[in-house]
C-alpha cells in the first residue's frame, strides 16, 4: 500500500513514516474513513510532514490503483508516542456538513441527486436509474440525506435497495449488494475466525393495510413464517398514487442471518458490495452482503473484519 499526502502545492510520499492503516466504511454510515499512524521525531533524519485538517490522504495499491482519496478532518499527538494519529474521510464528508431546502415535482430520484450534486459542486461518475416519478420537499436536510430519501422513496416503489458512495472523489449512486467481490471467503483458504447469527427480532410477517378512514381494506403475508415462529404484524396506510401491494411486500421481514468474519484482506471486499463464502461449521455458507468492513495493514500484514448480513444461496436468482 502506498499513501500519498496532497498539500496545495504538492504531493509527498509518506508510506514509510506510516507504520498502521486502518481503512473502513458502513452502509449505515455516508463516508469511508482512512485512519494511519505517522512516525513524529525530533531527529533531524525524520521527515516533518504537515498534516493540518484540510490537506488530504491518497489511499493506493502498489500498482497505483486509487482506494480512497479523502480529507483529513483530525490529528491528534500525545507526548508518550512518537507517532501522530490522522483521521481523514472521502468527499460524502462535506454532504453531512451543509443544509438545504428544496420543493421537488414530478421528477425522479436521479435527477434529484444530479440537480442538488450540481449544487453543491459534487463530481459525478454514477446514477443508477429509476425512472419513478416522485414529488419531494425537504426543509433543512443534508444533501446527502436528500439524495438517499429520494432514492429510498423509489425503493418502496420497485423493492430495490441503493448506496451513495464516493469513487475517486466522484458520486456514486448504484443498487446496494449489486456488486461481487471477485474473491471467495473459505475457511481452508484465507478465513482466520467467524461466527454466524440467526434471528427474528425484527421479523414482520403480516402487513394489513387501511385506507384513508381507517378501514382494513386488505393484507400482505407470508403464511410460512407465520407458521413456524408466530404472527407479527405491521400495517400500512395506503396514500394516493402509492403501489400499496409492493410498498406492504417491501415491509415483510423474515429471518436475519448475519455474521462476523475475520481473513487476510482484500480490498474488493467494501460494505455495500456482496461476497461469497463458505464456512460450513458456523453456517456461513453462500452470498452474503457486506454492512461493515475494516481494512488494516501493519507490520507487513494485511488482514479485514466483515460484517455482512444473509443475501442468498450460490446461484440463487
Not at 430520484?109 to 443508477?128: P, Q, R, S
Not at 448506496?163 to 481452508?188: P, Q, W
Amino acid at each position: 500500500m502506498k499513501i500519498q499526502l496532497i498539500e496545495t502545492a504538492r504531493k509527498s510520499d509518506i508510506t514509510r513514516l506510516v507504520p498502521q492503516i486502518v481503512w473502513s466504511g458502513d452502509t449505515k454510515q455516508a463516508a469511508r474513513k482512512l485512519e494511519i499512524e505517522v512516525i513524529a521525531s525530533s531527529d533531524i533524519n525524520i521527515p516533518k510532514v504537515n498534516l493540518s485538517p484540510g490537506n488530504m490522504l491518497k489511499l493506493a495499491e502498489d500498482n497505483g490503483a486509487e482506494l480512497f482519496t479523502g480529507y483529513i478532518f483530525a490529528q491528534e499527538r500525545t507526548v508518550a508516542s512518537n507517532t501522530v494519529r490522522v483521521t481523514a474521510y472521502d468527499g460524502l464528508i462535506y454532504m453531512l456538513k451543509s443544509k438545504a431546502t428544496y420543493n421537488f415535482k414530478n421528477t425522479t430520484a436521479e435527477a434529484i441527486a444530479a440537480k442538488v450534486a450540481k449544487d453543491f459542486g459534487i463530481e459525478i461518475m454514477e446514477l443508477i436509474k429509476t425512472g419513478i416519478i416522485q414529488n419531494l420537499v425537504v426543509s433543512s436536510q443534508t444533501p446527502y440525506a436528500i439524495i438517499t430519501g429520494a432514492y429510498a422513496a423509489a425503493g418502496q416503489q420497485n423493492g430495490k435497495k441503493y448506496l451513495c458512495t464516493m469513487k475517486n472523489n466522484k458520486l456514486v449512486i448504484r443498487e446496494k449488494g449489486a456488486v461481487t467481490a471477485d474473491f471467495l471467503l473459505s475457511s481452508h483458504l484465507n478465513i482466520t475466525s467467524a461466527c454466524y447469527t440467526e434471528s427474528i427480532e425484527n421479523m414482520v410477517n403480516r402487513v394489513k393495510i387501511y385506507d384513508a378512514g381507517g378501514e382494513s381494506t386488505g393484507k400482505v403475508e407470508n403464511e410460512e413464517w407465520v407458521r413456524n415462529y408466530g404472527m407479527i404484524q405491521e400495517v400500512l396506510h395506503k396514500e394516493a398514487g402509492q403501489d400499496w401491494q409492493t410498498a406492504a411486500k417491501n415491509m415483510l421481514k423474515g429471518l436475519a442471518r448475519s455474521g462476523n468474519i475475520s481473513a487476510l484482506g482484500n480490498t474488493g471486499c467494501l460494505s455495500g458490495t456482496s461476497v461469497k463464502i463458505q464456512e460450513p461449521f458456523t453456517g456461513l455458507s453462500g452470498l452474503f452482503e457486506i454492512d461493515t468492513d475494516c481494512h488494516i495493514w501493519q507490520e507487513g500484514r494485511y488482514t479485514m473484519d466483515l460484517g455482512l448480513h444473509f443475501s442468498g444461496m450460490e446461484g440463487e436468482e
